[in-house]
């Protein structure tokens, strides 16, 4: 498994995460201006959050989700040790020694030496 050292901190937002499932019917609009993979997706429930537009059947208006998505973020520490399971639009889904998951900016992290050998 690969694992990175936390660069800098992380928190997460202040809001519920939000899910999308294959065939979710979502409402999309403007683009991050930081991130301008991730799109603002309104769910049939009404609640928001920022998605890669990838996930999605437009770019824009209304659209469907192709995948699952979760968009849970990952407080984390710097020199914070994490074990990566995958990456997607320059986020990773990180894992802490607690086992708590959730996603962390590629660019927070910095890539570790597999013969590092550093659990987390």
């Known amino acids: 498994m690969q694992h990175a050292r936390v660069v800098v901190a992380h928190r997460a937002p ?3 995460p939000v899910r999308v ?3 979710d019917a979502v409402l999309l609009g403007k683009r991050d201006t930081d991130w301008p993979e991730f799109v ?3 769910i049939a429930e009404g609640h928001e959050g920022w998605m890669p537009v990838q996930l999605f059947d437009s770019e824009h208006g209304p659209a469907k989700a192709l995948g699952e998505y979760d968009t849970r973020e990952l407080d984390a520490q710097a020199d914070e040790i994490l074990k990566l ?3 997607l639009a320059q ?3 990180a894992e802490n020694a607690l086992g708590h998951q959730g996603w962390i900016p590629a660019r927070a992290l910095e890539i570790l030496d597999d013969d590092d050998g550093e659990d987390a």
């Open 91 to 93: 986020w990773w889904w």
């Open 40 to 42: 603002w997706a309104t």
């Open 85 to 87: 399971h995958y990456e």
């Open 21 to 23: 499932a294959p065939g």
């Open 14 to 16: 202040d809001r519920p």
